[in-house]
C-alpha cells in the first residue's frame, strides 16, 4: 500500500527547507484549477483535498504531503482543492526550495519522486477504473430509460387506442384535437363525419354478440380506410364512428360520406345470416376553428338523426 506519510528523515528536510504555516479551520489552501506552486507537509491537524466531479474527498493528517505535481512539473493545474478540515500547521514548500532540495539530497529526493509517483499512477488508475465504472452505471441508466420512454409511449398508444377495431379512441380523438394545428391545413377544411350502424342492436340479437364484434371491426376498417394521411379515423363507443377529415368544400366532403356508406353497402359477412345487411348513415358537417368540439359534434349528430330518419344508409350533410 503506498502510503501518504513522509518518513522522519524526509519531514525533517522537508521542515527545514519550508515556510511554517499556521492554518484555521475551514482554511482554503488551495482551490482545484489553481496554478501550483508549491507542495504541502501536515505538521498538525487535517486537511481536505476535494476532487470534485462525485469523486470522494480525502482527508490527510499529521506528516502527510499534498499538491507535490506544482514543484515537480511547476505551474501545474490543481486536480483538487485543499481546506484545512482542522487547525493545525503546514509546511509550504515552494519550488526553489525543492530544487535546493534535490540539489543538497539528490538521493533521498529521488526516492520521494518515486514513491510519489508510484502513488499518483496508482491513484490515477483508480480514477480511470472508478470514471469507468461511473460511465457503465450511466450507459445502464440510460438503457433504462429509454425502455421506460418506450413502455410509457406504449402504453400511451394502448389507453389511446380502442381494444376491439384498433382505432382510435375519444381519449385519443381529444389529444389530436389538442394539438390540431387548423393553419396548417392551407386550402382545406376540417370536417366532422359522425358514423353510425342501422339496426346495430338486431344485428347483435339475430347473430350474437362475436358476429357484432365481427361487424363492427369491419366498419371501422372501412373507416380506417376512407381516412387520408393526416385525417383522424375513429370509433367513439358502441357502433358510432366519427373521422375528422380534411376537405375542399361541400362536394368534397359529400363525395366522402357517399363512398362510405356505399363501402359499408358492400360488405358481406359470411357470419350474418341472411337477409341482415350491414349499412351506416352519416351526418357530417364542417368544423369552423373557432368552435370547440362538443359543437361540432352535436351538428353533426343532428344531421345523423335526420339520416337515421330519412331511413338510414345514407348521409346528411350540413355548413
Ligand atoms: N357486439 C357488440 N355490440 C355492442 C358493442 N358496444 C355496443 N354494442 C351494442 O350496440 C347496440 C347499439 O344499439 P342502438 O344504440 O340502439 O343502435 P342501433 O340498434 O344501431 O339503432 P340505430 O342507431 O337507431 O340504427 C346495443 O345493442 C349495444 O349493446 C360492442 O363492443 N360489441
Redesign the pocket.
Known sequence: MLGRALSDEELRLFAAAARRQPVTAGEVLFRRGEAGQSMFVIESGQIRLEFGDGLADRVLGPSEYFGELAVFIGQHSRMAGAVAETGGVVHVVDQAAFERLLGEQPGLLARFMRRSFAYLVASETQLILGLRRRNEDLMQTLDSLRQTRTELSIAQQLVRTDE?TGLVNRRGLYRYIDELDCEALAEQHLALLLI??????????RNG?????S??RAVAEEVRRAAGPMELPCRL???EFALLAHVSDAGDLANRAIRLVAAVRSLRLPILREPLRLSV?IGACFCPPGEDWSSWYSRADALLYQA?VEG?DGWRLGD
Open positions: 376491439l353510425d350502424l342501422d339496426d346495430f342492436k338486431r344485428i347483435n340479437d354478440h362475436l358476429a357484432g364484434d361487424a363492427l363507443g358502441g357502433d348513415s337515421k338510414g
